[in-house]
């Protein structure tokens, strides 16, 4: 006879206080609050991360949401051989390829990757296989038959290769015990430009283009033979793919180019409601069914966007900028101070009108005020300190002025004299012990190394000079006397990937930047930094990170801009005020606010 559990279900738990832990979809009754409770269901959403340092597609791709890898790439005219890594807020270089390739393969973790295959025009299909340690890329064992347009699965020690294109389409598998590829079983279907997951003995093939054009099909891989499974919705190839077996993403893909996300449970594809917000195809992917990540890829276009795909009783608010308010004078290649935790108690002042600028604005986390005037109207002077005991040093009026002046809150006073008159150059740290460094020095001598240091009275010329004599490096730089950075600037010449740390007696170098740029802002510590937008034949609109060893791509800024001035405490509460778009000033406020992840409370239901 059929027990009450087969008849009516489970019984609604009756407890006096909320379960510690609830499970989505899980039912209780609260005997204390007198309410039916169930803990929210989870639901998936496509949210933007920071975009590639280089936009890039038919590239490879491996790891997981928070460590992800992406690897070669094309057009076939600049096939490629880099490396960049993700850490779940940007992305940074890794190790090159030993073999530029497009159209490749990868499977594995960030710290234990592959790379599978591919083509190189010159000489063409490539049977090579590397592998990464996080840090190298090494020759692995070669497949057996030479390929681009081919799917990978499983790790490094046990990985999977199948289908692909060698003049026609493919329908080998290959399977991978860490130092040399055997013959598997075969598709079922030759194809090529399909996704791959799963694991060497429980893999998927996805999609694809088994010729002509793209097929809905899936198939299943037991260790030893394919066999068919559930058929996608939406027929495609040049997808990406995330997930187990059992618990599969595929998204994006083409014809025609879609964002469309669908499940897999094993045996069935069901219609994702979350879509990519870019629709693209030959993109990268990685990550799990739950926790998923899109990368790169064409719209037609080659671009770098990210998106994460999160899946649970959790909502992710992804790290973006925004708009604040507008400066009351619109300027360029002016000083900052500030605070900023929130996004305010900011200053702003000098620059260019485009005349030289004697103004000071205060910012309160909604709209700039005007303050009191500086008594030296000025551009490229350069500012350090905060709100109530700020400081702004030298600049041009012209020439290159000396000139230091201090301001408590209300009023500007004199300073102490620099020793060297200079203009766009280096400063940071506060009223009490600050750097100034680098710069055009008055006269003939241009581009200066000097650094002098100030101790809220004085300044005295240090004895550590720049390796690099920098011009309009990360304007007003970043951190203290004792951990300074600044990073990029003229050189002089073509703008500078380098960086620099200052620890109060010398300076080493620092991890270089992805993106060298003169005129950008810059904000933060010696090991939470932001350097933004900056000039590099034109404006840019990027965002580089500083950890204190290297750097990593940030969200975009609305607005491309140079000569702008970040300000801010720490990089998560960054300001980027001002600047130049290459032909007006801007008075132009924009506002980083980092990744959020809340989660969903359970909810009363209404009990009769």
């Not at 692909?164 to 040399?180: D, F, L, P």
Request: glycine share 18%.
């Amino acid at each position: 006879m059929a027990g009450y559990n087969e008849l009516k279900g489970l019984r609604v738990k009756y407890l006096s206080a909320d379960p510690a832990n609830p499970e989505d979809g899980q039912v209780w009754y609260n005997s204390t609050t007198g309410n039916l409770r169930v803990q929210g269901i989870g639901v998936g959403a496509w949210s933007s991360g920071s975009s590639l340092g280089t936009a890039n597609y038919r590239l490879g791709s491996a790891g997981t949401q928070d460590a992800a890898l992406a690897f070669g790439g094309g057009p076939a005219g600049s096939t490629k051989n880099i490396t960049e890594e993700y850490n779940g807020s940007g992305w940074s270089a890794g190790g090159t390829l030993g073999t530029s390739r497009y159209v490749l393969a990868g499977a594995g973790l960030q710290t234990a990757g592959l790379a599978v295959g591919g083509n190189n025009p010159t000489p063409g299909y490539i049977n090579s296989t590397e592998e990464y340690d996080g840090s190298t890329w090494t020759a692995g064992g070669n497949l057996g038959t030479a390929r681009g347009q081919l799917a990978a699965a499983g790790t490094q020690t046990l990985g999977l290769a199948f289908g692909g294109y060698t003049g026609s389409n493919s329908s080998a598998t290959e399977e991978y015990n860490g130092s040399a590829w055997t013959a598997g079983g075969s598709l079922g279907s030759a194809n090529r430009d399909l996704a791959g997951a799963g694991t060497q003995t429980a893999g998927l093939a996805i999609g694809g283009n088994p010729g002509p054009g793209s097929t809905n099909a899936t198939e299943e891989y037991d260790g030893a033979a394919w066999s068919a499974g559930g058929n996608l919705n939406t027929s495609r190839k040049e997808l990406g793919s995330a997930g187990i077996q059992t618990a599969a993403l595929a998204f994006g893909g083409t014809p025609p180019t879609t964002g469309a996300t669908e499940n897999y449970d094993g045996s069935a594809w069901t219609t994702n409601p979350a879509s990519l917000a870019t629709s693209r195809f030959a993109l990268g992917s990685s990550g799990t069914q739950s926790a998923a990540l899109a990368f790169g890829g064409s719209t037609p276009t080659i671009i770098g966007s990210t998106e994460e795909y999160n899946f649970g009783s959790t909502t992710v608010t992804a790290a973006a900028w925004s708009s604040g308010g507008s400066l009351n004078t619109a300027r360029r290649d002016g000083a900052s101070a500030g605070n900023a935790t929130a996004h305010s108690n900011a200053l702003y002042f000098s620059g260019y009108e485009p005349a030289n600028s004697a103004k000071s604005e205060a910012y309160d986390g909604t709209s700039w005020s005007e303050g009191p005037d500086l008594s030296t109207g000025r551009g490229g002077a350069r500012g350090f300190g905060v709100n109530t005991a700020a400081v702004c040093c030298a600049g041009g009026n012209p020439p290159s002025q000396n000139v230091t002046e201090e301001y408590n809150g209300s009023a500007w006073t004199a300073g102490g004299n620099l020793n060297l008159g200079r203009t766009s150059h280096n400063a940071f740290g506060t009223l009490t012990a600050g750097v100034a460094s680098g710069g055009n020095e008055v006269g003939p001598a241009g581009y200066t190394t000097a650094t002098e240091l100030y101790d809220g009275t004085s300044w005295t010329t240090s004895p550590a000079t720049l390796p690099t004599a920098m011009h309009q490096g990360g304007i007003d730089g970043a951190g203290s006397q004792t951990a300074g950075l600044v990073a990029g600037g003229d050189g002089p010449g073509s703008p500078t990937t380098a960086a620099y740390e200052f620890d109060g007696g010398a300076w080493t170098a620092g991890g270089s930047l992805l993106t060298g740029a003169e005129g950008a802002g810059m904000n933060g510590t010696q090991t939470a930094a932001f350097f933004t937008g900056g000039n590099n034949g034109g404006a840019l609109n990027t965002t580089q990170a500083y950890d204190g060893t290297s750097w990593s791509t940030r969200p975009s800024i609305s607005t491309a801009r140079y000569y702008t001035n970040g300000s801010g405490a720490t990089a998560p509460a960054t300001l980027l005020i001002g600047g130049w778009n290459g032909s007006s000033n801007l008075a132009t406020t924009e506002e980083f606010t980092g990744e959020t992840v809340t989660t969903s409370p359970a909810s009363n239901l209404s009990v009769s």
